[in-house]
């Protein structure tokens, strides 16, 4: 069993050591992680500048880019065949809702969906000063035990969040939709030294809006909740009202 492991949060985080010592109990394990903090970075690829990739052990690299960049790199040039299975994570904070639109701990897994590898997305949701990986980590190694034994169907990854909460606490685990999570718009201008304006965006969890069967409450609600993810995102349920517009046909004005 050949696994890569990758985060966001970078080479030398917490949970990227916590994700590797559960993969190191499913096979062997690869680590192609960034080299500096790329949360929030979304699915985003290096493409106008170099990559480096700096060597910190035996099949352990650091790469100077984004989550998705290291996924490609990896999938495609630095392991000596196609992985069973790609772990990203655990991330240092949930991504739940419309987080997973932000989230670079999911995109490195959607990358490797999309490139045919089956894969899971694991963060944990942070309350305290002492984070419980051990917690995300027994559900991290069911849950990847689960996929290597049924698969994933094409271009489908898991996307799993854990309470942080110590494993006795914990309610379970359930499978559930996205919800919405609202934060606080924040956009923080501050001068530099030299008195030039610079702003500093990104506010805090607000609240979780609609069903309490989704994603969100149910992690708030002590529950690890797993998510199946899709690469298409069209709006289905638009395509034939958009259709009544009279858009389509040769090109025209009117
Ligand atoms: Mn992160």
């Known amino acids: 069993m050949l696994i890569l492991v990758t985060n966001d949060d970078g080479i030398d985080s917490a949970g990227l050591h916590a994700l590797e010592a559960v993969a190191a109990s499913l096979g062997e394990v690869w680590t ?3 080299a500096t903090e790329q949360s929030a970075r979304s699915h985003a690829l290096t493409m106008h500048e170099p990559l480096r990739v700096h060597t910190h052990g035996p099949r352990r690299f650091a790469v100077t880019g ?14 000596p065949r196609k992985p069973d299975l790609v772990l990203s994570g655990i991330n240092r904070g949930s ?15 959607r990358e490797a969906a999309s490139a045919g590898v089956p ?9 305290g000063d002492e984070p419980r990986w ?24 898991l996307n799993l969040n854990v309470p942080d ?5 914990l309610k379970g ?45 149910l992690c708030e609600d002590g529950w ?21 517009w009279n858009l389509e046909g040769p090109c025209s004005t009117t």
């Open 173 to 217: 685990v359930r499978i559930a939709p996205l919800g919405r999570r609202f934060y606080t718009a924040s956009v923080e201008e501050k001068l530099d030294p030299r008195g030039r304006r610079y702003y500093w965006i990104g506010g805090d969890h607000e609240r979780f809006e609609g069903p309490e069967d989704t994603d969100g409450p």
């Open 32 to 34: 192609v992680a960034p």
């Open 134 to 157: 051990d917690t995300a980590q027994q559900v991290v190694r069911t849950v990847a035990e689960r996929i290597l034994r049924h698969g994933l169907p094409e271009r489908i990854l």
């Open 66 to 79: 984004t989550p998705a960049d290291c996924s490609y790199l990896a999938l495609h040039h630095l392991l």
């Open 119 to 127: 894969a899971l997305a694991a963060s944990l949701w942070i309350r």
């Open 95 to 109: 991504n739940l809702g419309n987080d997973v639109v932000y989230s670079g701990t999911v995109a490195a897994a």
């Open 224 to 244: 690890a909740v797993i998510t199946p993810l899709q690469m298409d995102i069209t709006a289905h349920g638009l395509l034939q009202e958009l259709r009544t």
């Open 165 to 169: 909460v110590v494993p006795e606490v």
